[in-house]
């Protein structure tokens, strides 16, 4: 499994694919409160729609340039609509 949970954190690792978008949804609706450790090397698009809807936050690197780019700052910016 990619998505971990441990205690106030969510963390993300290996390939997280489509099927974990659920899982991450799940852990973020138990425990807004928890942030999320990126350490994923691939992170599917449904996972990042979790993210940007949740607005949680956020450590670590996104894996890619492009998500760093345009999709950690719709996260990091919770005041403002996506």
């Not at 499994?1 to 954190?9: A, F, I, S």
């Amino acid at each position: 499994m990619t998505v971990t949970v441990e205690e106030r954190e969510i963390r993300l690792t290996g390939r997280c694919c489509v099927d974990e978008a659920e899982a991450l949804l799940s852990a973020l609706s138990a425990s807004p409160q928890s942030r999320v450790v990126l350490a994923a090397e691939r992170i599917h698009t449904a996972l990042w729609q979790v993210l940007v809807a949740m607005r949680p936050t956020v450590i670590g690197e996104a894996p890619d340039r492009f998500s760093a780019d345009h999709i950690l700052p719709l996260i990091a910016h919770k005041d403002e609509p996506p």
